[in-house]
């Protein structure tokens, strides 16, 4: 009976005070899309939605608060040998081809041997 006879002002200052609550509130159950909108997070819109439709399940809530704490996966770098090895065939190929270079007059013997090193020591 008392809230029906109480002055406006009164009134008034539940209202702000609701109103502060709520934005309290509002801010608290968002926390987590604000974390994530915070960090840059690469699946800010799944944390969102997640925070938004299943925040009320505290379980919903957090879950999203540890997905928009956790770190971004880096991508892996990956590092490329170019070199390939040679192998005994390849080497013994690479040979024949330079002592038949070396028998037709293509190569010197000294390119034959510096060639020829090369290899062996590749091998």
């Known amino acids: 009976m008392l809230l029906f006879f109480q002055s406006d002002s009164s009134l008034s200052e539940q209202d702000t005070v609701l109103v502060i609550m709520f934005i309290v509130g509002v801010v608290f159950y968002f926390i987590p899309s604000i974390i994530a909108l915070l960090r840059m997070k690469k699946n800010l819109v799944a944390i969102i939605a997640l925070n938004t439709f299943l925040g009320w399940s505290v379980i919903g809530w957090v879950v999203s608060l540890v997905w ?31 002592k038949k270079l070396l028998d037709d007059g293509a190569i010197t013997q000294e390119e034959f041997n510096q060639q020829k090193g090369a290899l062996l020591k590749k091998g």
């Open 68 to 98: 928009s704490l956790s770190s971004d996966a880096k991508p892996a770098r990956i590092i490329v040998n170019q070199q390939t090895p040679i192998t005994k065939e390849d080497g013994i190929d690479k040979l024949t081809k330079l």
